[in-house]
T-cell receptor
Framework: GAVVSQHPSRVICKSGTSVKIECRSLDFQATTMFWYRQFPKQSLMLMATSNEGSKATYEQGVEKDKFLINHASLTLSTLTVTSAHPEDSSFYIC??????????????FGAGSRLTVL | AQSVTQLDSHVSVSEGTPVLLRCNYS??????LFWYVQHPNKGLQLLLKYTSAATLVKGINGFEAEFKKSETSFHLTKPSAHMSDAAEYFC????????????FGTGTSLTVIP
């Protein structure tokens, strides 16, 4: 089945630094990937839709200059949190849209990245 | 427009008893529906999906769900809960086959009591 690898799983950084999170589709090509943020005991909040070869589409209220998304290839999307601050500390999850055996439109998720900004 | 409502934010069952997690959806189009499970500090794992084929869908780990169009429901069930089932469960809807937007429920936290 489809596998999405997300790296790093945990990262701790100092306030003001930038952090990059990678999301790779390992055995399929993903023209569309999604980035989510999840607060404790809450559902996933969609941040942006990443489209290969074009600019990401950001959800309302998400700062695109703070959360830079690049989808340069069919198997890799990256999220860079620029000038991170403690309020950016969160669990970030990526997913990729794949097509199952039935031809169905399915989301496959990465394992998530826990960002802690000191 | 599409949306998902998970009717219970928290469900608690005893080990070995049945599990019922409720999900109602709203969709202007023919929907695809999914249940995902999330264990602490992990990503989401697909349990099962409905994509306009059989209305009773069997998933992994003994879970199944039934698509009921008349009730706009897609409830998740399991005959006998196991301790390892304790996790957060999300119901998700998208437009069948062509949807690029996936709508998440708020999640149901399942506790299994030994």
């Amino acid at each position: 089945g489809a596998v999405v690898s997300q790296h790093p799983s945990r990262v701790i950084c100092k306030s003001g630094t930038s952090v990059k999170i990678e999301c790779r589709s390992l055995d399929f090509q993903a023209t569309t990937m999604f980035w989510y943020r999840q607060f404790p005991k809450q559902s996933l909040m969609l941040m942006a839709t990443s489209n290969e070869g074009s600019k990401a589409t950001y959800e309302q209220g998400v700062e695109k200059d703070k959360f830079l998304i690049n989808h340069a290839s069919l198997t890799l999307s990256t999220l860079t949190v620029t000038s991170a601050h403690p309020e950016d500390s969160s669990f970030y999850i990526c997913s990729a849209r794949s097509w199952g055996f039935s031809g169905a439109n399915v989301l496959t998720f990465g394992a998530g990245s826990r960002l802690t900004v000191l | 427009a599409q949306s998902v409502t998970q009717l219970d934010s928290h469900v608690s069952v005893s080990e070995g008893t049945p599990v019922l997690l409720r999900c109602n959806y709203s969709s202007s189009y023919s929907p695809s529906l999914f249940w995902y499970v999330q264990h602490p500090n992990k990503g989401l794992q697909l349990l099962l999906k409905y994509t306009s084929a059989a209305t009773l869908v069997k998933g992994i780990n003994g879970f199944e769900a039934e698509f009921k169009k008349s009730e706009t429901s897609f409830h998740l069930t399991k005959p006998s809960a196991h301790m390892s089932d304790a996790a957060e469960y999300f119901c998700v809807v998208t437009r069948s086959n062509t949807g690029n937007q996936f709508y998440f429920g708020t999640g149901t936290s399942l506790t299994v009591i030994p």
